[in-house]
C-alpha cells in the first residue's frame, strides 16, 4: 500500500517538481524499496517530458533513464554485499 502511494506522489512530482527534486525521489524510492523497477519508468517519462539533447544532460536523449538504471543495478549489488556483511 505504501508502494502504490509512493508511486503516486512520484508520477505527481514528474509533473509538478523540477527533474532533479523528482531524480532525488526516485533514488530513494530505489533504496527503501526491493525491486523497484518502476524507477525506471519515471526515469523514461522524465526524459519524455525534459529531454536530452541540451548541454545540461550532456547531449544525451535518454540522461535520467539511464541515470536511475545504473544507480538501480547499483543498489542491487550493494544491497547483496551488505546482507551478506551483516
Do not use: A, N
Not at 54 to 83: A, D, E, G, N
Amino acid at each position: 500500500m505504501i508502494r502504490i502511494f509512493v508511486d503516486l506522489v512520484l508520477l505527481i512530482s514528474v509533473f509538478l517538481l523540477p527533474s532533479y527534486v523528482t531524480l532525488i525521489f526516485v533514488l530513494i524510492g530505489i533504496l527503501f524499496f526491493r525491486g523497484y523497477v518502476e524507477s525506471i519508468f519515471f526515469g523514461f517519462l522524465l526524459d519524455l517530458i525534459y529531454g536530452g539533447g541540451s548541454l545540461f544532460h550532456f547531449y544525451m536523449f535518454y540522461f535520467f533513464t539511464l541515470l536511475i538504471f545504473i544507480f538501480y543495478i547499483v543498489s542491487i549489488q550493494l544491497k547483496k554485499v551488505l546482507r551478506l556483511s551483516l
